[in-house]
């Protein structure tokens, strides 16, 4: 039997997917999510998908998903590494091994900044370099003390029509992000497919419960917010959530409005995937909401650039960890597709 590695070629996305699927053992349902997920990422390239192949077959396969995110008024490029599996019935021969070692020869020699994956097997991957660290889900706070803000100026809230507001809702993110930390940079691409992508934080599909709002103030619209209540989930998730400088009020108002909407539901429990140094987490304090973060095992980085650390203020590695992800809160978080 003859095992070899190269990156995915036309036509072979189903069986990709076959191999996922055979190795996680999920429904059809999931995979079809996982689906349109890699064919609406606007970064997606066949190149960064690694595949190992016996006799021709997908047996092993390592996803490599590009993404450009800021630290500070840096930006770093990092590889979100996803869908790591070997088909059940070729495990423990070190196929999966040698597919891994080849995805991070690739981030070495593209010149990745940081490297990123979520795992149920650390032991695995410190084999490679990857360091565990805290991995944050967000912010969990009630969403009837949402409901209770008294935002001090007065917003026009509308319901955030995608095709009608996206250039808007662009411009306001970009003003938003300039300096923060753990944002994605969203180019033209990004944009334009987030309504295909179907699930969030990646779209506003009304299948999924999605809530898509927007605050007005003096006729400018400044903020904007993405949240969902799905059948799957108990909560309310607030996914997106940006305000042009000065209108941290108009993203209090907005939460307020998505709270109150969503008191009709289930639990009450609301999770902000905000980021621990987004401008409003004081102003939700001093609004009297408590918030209690969320933190689990199974995220891990890699570095494989240093030259990123000292323009962005950090000193070495275990700086940068401390620093991004071991701050009280916590700065960078985990998201789908890092």
Same mark, same amino acid.
């Given at each position: 039997?003859?095992?070899?590695?190269?990156?995915?070629?036309?036509?072979?996305?189903?069986?990709?997917?076959?191999?996922?699927?055979?190795a996680f053992?999920?429904d059809?349902?999931?995979?079809?999510?996982? $689906?349109?997920?890699?064919?609406?990422?606007?970064?997606f390239?066949?190149? $960064?998908?690694?595949? %190992?192949?016996?006799?021709? $077959?997908?047996?092993?396969?390592?996803?490599?998903?590009?993404?450009?995110?800021?630290?500070?008024?840096?930006?770093?490029?990092?590889? %979100?590494?996803?869908?790591v599996?070997?088909?059940?019935?070729?495990?423990r021969?070190?196929?999966?091994?040698?597919?891994?070692?080849?995805?991070?020869?690739?981030?070495?020699?593209?010149?990745?900044d940081?490297?990123?994956?979520?795992?149920?097997?650390?032991?695995?991957?410190?084999?490679?370099?990857?360091?565990e660290?805290?991995?944050?889900?967000?912010?969990?706070?009630?969403? $009837?003390?949402?409901s209770?803000?008294?935002?001090?100026?007065?917003?026009?809230?509308?319901?955030?029509?995608?095709?009608?507001?996206?250039?808007?809702?662009?411009?306001?993110?970009?003003?938003?992000?300039?300096?923060?930390?753990?944002l994605?940079?969203?180019?033209?691409?990004?944009?334009?497919?987030?309504?295909?992508?179907?699930?969030?934080?990646?779209?506003?599909?009304?299948?999924?419960?999605?809530?898509g709002?927007?605050?007005?103030?003096?006729?400018?619209?400044?903020?904007?917010l993405?949240?969902?209540?799905?059948a799957?989930?108990?909560?309310?998730?607030?996914?997106?959530?940006?305000?042009?400088?000065?209108?941290?009020? %108009? %993203?209090?108002?907005?939460?307020?409005?998505?709270?109150?909407?969503y008191?009709?539901?289930?639990?009450?429990?609301?999770?902000?995937?905000?980021?621990?140094?987004?401008?409003?987490?004081?102003?939700?304090?001093?609004?009297?909401?408590?918030?209690?973060?969320?933190?689990g095992?199974?995220?891990?980085?890699?570095?494989?650039?240093?030259?990123?650390?000292?323009?962005?203020?950090?000193?070495?590695?275990?700086?940068?960890?401390?620093?991004?992800?071991r701050?009280?809160?916590?700065?960078?978080?985990?998201?789908?597709?890092?």
């Amino acid at each position: 039997m003859a095992f070899r590695v190269r990156a995915l070629q036309r036509g072979e996305l189903d069986g990709l997917l076959l191999c996922f699927q055979d190795a996680f053992q999920v429904d059809d349902a999931s995979i079809a999510v996982v $689906r349109n997920s890699l064919i609406n990422d606007p970064y997606f390239h066949p190149e $960064r998908v690694r595949v %190992g192949l016996l006799d021709g $077959r997908i047996v092993s396969q390592v996803v490599i998903l590009h993404r450009a995110v800021y630290v500070g008024n840096q930006v770093i490029s990092v590889a %979100g590494i996803t869908a790591v599996c070997t088909h059940p019935a070729y495990q423990r021969q070190g196929f999966g091994t040698r597919v891994v070692q080849d995805a991070l020869r690739l981030i070495r020699n593209q010149g990745y900044d940081m490297a990123m994956l979520t795992t149920r097997l650390p032991r695995f991957f410190s084999r490679f370099g990857f360091r565990e660290v805290p991995k944050v889900g967000g912010f969990e706070c009630s969403a $009837r003390a949402l409901s209770r803000l008294e935002p001090g100026n007065p917003y026009t809230i509308h319901k955030l029509d995608y095709n009608r507001d996206w250039r808007v809702v662009a411009s306001i993110y970009r003003q938003y992000c300039v300096g923060l930390t753990g944002l994605q940079l969203r180019d033209h691409r990004f944009w334009e497919t987030w309504p295909r992508r179907g699930t969030f934080p990646h779209g506003f599909s009304a299948r999924l419960g999605a809530i898509g709002l927007l605050a007005e103030h003096a006729d400018d619209l400044v903020a904007y917010l993405g949240a969902s209540v799905s059948a799957e989930q108990d909560h309310l998730s607030v996914t997106d959530l940006a305000h042009v400088r000065g209108h941290e009020q %108009g %993203g209090l108002t907005l939460l307020k409005e998505a709270a109150a909407r969503y008191l009709v539901g289930a639990s009450g429990r609301t999770v902000l995937q905000l980021g621990g140094n987004a401008p409003i987490m004081p102003h939700l304090r001093a609004g009297g909401v408590p918030l209690e973060v969320e933190v689990g095992p199974g995220l891990m980085v890699l570095m494989p650039n240093r030259g990123w650390l000292a323009p962005a203020g950090l000193r070495s590695v275990n700086d940068a960890i401390e620093h991004l992800f071991r701050s009280d809160p916590p700065i960078l978080w985990y998201r789908d597709g890092y």
